[in-house]
T-cell receptor
Framework: AQRVTQPEKLLSVFKGAPVELKCNYSYSGSPELFWYVQYSRQRLQLLLRHISRESIKGFTADLNKGETSFHLKKPFAQEEDSAMYYCALRIKAAGNKLTFGGGTRVLVKP | KAGVTQTPRYLIKTRGQQVTLSCSPISGHRSVSWYQQTPGQGLQFLFEYFSETQRNKGNFPGRFSGRQFSNSRSEMNVSTLELGDSALYLC????????????FGNGTRLTVT
């Protein structure tokens, strides 16, 4: 069965510092990978997906199939980036079944 | 466009009771998925409905069931509630499946005493 691991439960960085959230997955096929974000008192929302290869709010993520990783990066963290971040995997044949990692809480200090 | 709406927002039930949660998807969305979120297990997939048919199911006991109506609205039912069923239940809708992104509701927080 597929599995998503986010090794850091909490990341604390200063404003303007780079931030990298790690995500590793286990699946033998070709999955779709996503990052979801939940800001305080807001609903879970899609941040970005690997097939789009786009940068959202300054965040980027590259799928590394060799290392089975999909780390999320931002070169200069902002206070408004403080939130809960979830990495998720979807197998195309499984419709909208997402397998989520445990989440990483990011705290950006002024 | 209105977002995904879940009702009620909060529920308190006692062990052994049953509960029904409701989810209204974004207009035009035909897929509705349900997830359970707990501090210990995180976000876990319950099931997905598409065009009134269950398309996928997670690893939850048969006490957890759902259905989808012709207007795409969905309900989730949990029978014979247990303390461990206390959780935030999230509903998500999408246009179809495949490449369509999921849009989540605010969730229903169920407390079982």
């Amino acid at each position: 069965a597929q599995r998503v691991t986010q090794p850091e439960k909490l990341l604390s960085v200063f404003k303007g510092a780079p931030v990298e959230l790690k995500c590793n997955y286990s699946y033998s096929g070709s999955p779709e990978l996503f990052w979801y974000v939940q800001y305080s008192r807001q609903r879970l929302q899609l941040l970005l997906r690997h097939i789009s290869r786009e940068s959202i709010k300054g965040f980027t993520a590259d799928l590394n199939k060799g290392e089975t990783s999909f780390h999320l990066k931002k070169p200069f963290a902002q206070e408004e980036d403080s939130a809960m971040y979830y990495c998720a995997l979807r197998i195309k044949a499984a419709g909208n079944k997402l397998t989520f990692g445990g989440g990483t809480r990011v705290l950006v200090k002024p | 466009k209105a977002g995904v709406t879940q009702t009620p927002r909060y529920l308190i039930k006692t062990r052994g009771q049953q509960v029904t949660l409701s989810c209204s998807p974004i207009s035009g969305h035909r897929s509705v998925s349900w997830y359970q979120q707990t501090p210990g297990q995180g976000l876990q997939f319950l099931f997905e409905y598409f065009s009134e048919t269950q398309r996928n199911k997670g690893n939850f006991p048969g006490r957890f069931s759902g259905r989808q109506f012709s207007n795409s609205r969905s309900e989730m039912n949990v029978s014979t509630l247990e303390l461990g069923d206390s959780a935030l239940y999230l509903c998500a809708s999408s246009l179809s499946g495949g490449d369509s992104p999921l849009h989540f509701g605010n969730g229903t927080r169920l407390t079982v005493t």
